[in-house]
């Protein structure tokens, strides 16, 4: 069962405090009163309100003083105000009022009808947002169980992943019959797809769960990381021709791995869905003093209704119709390490039919800066 509602009344007279509060009570709404603009700050402090009748003359602060400051603070300027007033309908106090956030103008004597209805009105739409809100917090709690599950998952089954490569590896070096070789040549490479998953969705978790990809920085060169990637890939893909262009200095302060990473779901995914009959084309561009460019083209081109969640995880369909082989996880990997680095990723298509991936790192970590206020303190 949700807690009562809350709702404050301000007016400097009992009487007026008494009735309103009798009106709008009831079992599932709970009225405060105060006498002055200073009792209701105080109230304001301590308690969510789902609304707020001020009396708009009051001695020392009245209503429209009151509703400035709150209006003022991040905790009550969310709050739904109605003025209510003896005094005649002027144009410039409504316009006043209006101004100062008033959601309605209520004159005395009230119709009890009128402020009930308008005020319940509040009140669910109260109850909707916390409702709201809680249910948000479930979803994100349960997401966040979902993920912390992933990572546990993903990290307990590289033991028995492991022990089932190595028999593969023993199985087809010591097997003396081709048929078992070609066997357990299969093993090893399902073993090494699912391993390749398993760490896509480790790196999901991390990204989730730890605020992004942790780096481990070295000085690099890329025009020696990005060749061994691309070694790999003609080792697997034979047929299918990788060209490389370098210009300039591709060194910087870098995690290896992870632009090893980079290159090689890049250059896989072009593989995978370019087109066959043209090459993937590699170009590393050191010539800026800050940062390096690397492009991965590939011959063919994304479908539009696939652009906007192209970098998102478990993006469900493949860029080709009937091509699933993978999480989709790749780009998604891609684009986390490259902001963990400081740079950006982005992708362009249909341009002479041909897909382009542009990554840009900066040579060296950014370093990053101190808010004024933090700067303002000394050290003690």
């Keep these: 069962m949700q ?3 809350k709702c404050l009344v301000v007016d400097d007279i009992e009487e007026n405090l008494t009735a309103l509060a009798a009106l709008l009570g009831q079992s599932d709404v709970e009225v405060f009163t105060a006498r002055s603009g200073m009792e209701a700050l105080e109230l304001l402090l301590h308690h969510d309100f789902a609304l707020a009748l001020l009396d708009i003359q009051m001695p020392q602060m009245d209503g429209f003083q009151l509703a400035e400051l709150m209006r003022g603070n991040e905790r009550t300027r969310h709050v739904p105000l109605i003025f209510v007033t003896a005094g005649s ?18 004159y005395k004597p009230i119709e009890p009808h009128i402020l ?3 005020a319940d009105i ?4 109260h109850r909707q947002k916390l409702q709201l809100t809680q249910e948000l917090e479930e979803r994100t709690q349960t997401l966040r169980l979902n993920e912390m599950f992933i990572a546990v998952l993903g990290h307990d089954l590289r033991n028995p992943l492991n022990a089932m490569l190595t028999s593969a590896h023993l199985l087809q070096e010591s097997s003396p ?3 078992t070789k070609d066997i357990a040549a299969r093993i090893v490479s399902s ?4 391993t390749r998953m398993i760490e896509d969705l480790l790196d999901l978790a991390r990204a ?8 481990q920085r070295e000085p690099v060169d890329l025009g020696t990381l990005v060749p061994r990637v691309l070694r790999e890939h003609g080792a697997t893909f034979p047929t299918k021709p990788i060209e490389l262009d370098r210009v300039g200095d591709l060194t910087g302060s870098w995690d290896a791995d992870r632009l090893a990473q980079v290159a090689s779901n890049l250059v896989g995914n072009a593989l995978q869905y370019g087109d ?3 090459p993937v084309r590699v170009k590393l561009d050191g010539t800026a003093d800050d940062l390096v460019v690397c492009s991965v083209v590939n011959a063919g081109s994304i479908p539009e209704e696939v652009l906007p969640s192209i970098f998102d995880p478990f993006r469900g369909g493949s860029m080709r119709t009937g091509r699933s082989d993978g999480l989709g996880l790749g780009l998604f990997i891609v684009r986390q390490i490259v902001q963990a680095h400081g740079g950006d990723v982005d992708v362009r298509t249909g341009d002479g039919n041909q897909t382009t991936f542009t990554v840009r790192i900066p040579r060296r970590a950014m370093a990053k800066l101190a808010s004024p206020a933090a700067a303002a303190v000394p050290n003690v």
Excluded: N, T
């Excluded at 989730?208 to 780096?215: E, M, S």
């Design 3 to 5: 807690a009562p509602v």
């Design 89 to 106: 309908r002027d144009q410039y106090r409504l316009f006043k009022g209006y101004e100062a956030g008033a959601v309605d103008f209520l």
């Design 116 to 118: 009930k209805s308008k």
């Design 122 to 125: 509040f009140f669910q739409l």
């Design 177 to 179: 019959e081709d048929g």
């Design 191 to 194: 073993g090494r797809r699912m």
């Design 208 to 215: 989730r769960l730890a605020g992004g990809i942790p780096l």
């Design 276 to 278: 066959d009959h043209h």
